[in-house]
Nanobody, 114 residues
Framework: QENLAESGGGLVQPGGSLTLSCVAS????????MSWYRQAPGKQREFVAL????????QYADSVKGRFTISKDNTKNTASLQMNSLQPEDTAVYYC???????WGQGTQVTVSS
């Protein structure tokens, strides 16, 4: 059975960094475009970043461009999101998504606060 499991969220001060990880099981990430989305309280879920099946192409939301880096390791069946220069507006639940399966993880909370 296909599954995505995110980890790495937590509480961080403004300007800090976090790395989120997404472990896939039941399918191979090499056959899937992988994305990160986030949902802040009272707001709709929004796109953050994506990486192509082979890892050679990435795309970012304007709000995170230059601060976040998405990557994937197809040998480990994982996707990651390195987040730098975090700001309070980055506070949200972050979700991993496998596009070709339309599969979502359970989410991991990121809170940016002093």
């Amino acid at each position: 059975q296909e599954n995505l499991a995110e980890s790495g969220g937590g509480l961080v001060q403004p300007g800090g960094s976090l790395t989120l990880s997404c472990v896939a099981s039941g399918f191979t990430t090499s056959n899937n475009l992988m994305s990160w989305y986030r949902q802040a309280p009272g707001k709709q879920r929004e796109f953050v970043a994506l990486v192509s099946s082979d890892g050679g192409y990435t795309q970012y939301a304007d709000s995170v461009k230059g601060r976040f880096t998405i990557s994937k390791d197809n040998t480990k069946n994982t996707a990651s999101l390195q987040m730098n220069s975090l700001q309070p507006e980055d506070t949200a639940v972050y979700y991993c998504h496998a596009a070709f399966l339309n599969l979502w993880g359970q989410g991991t909370q990121v809170t940016v606060s002093s």
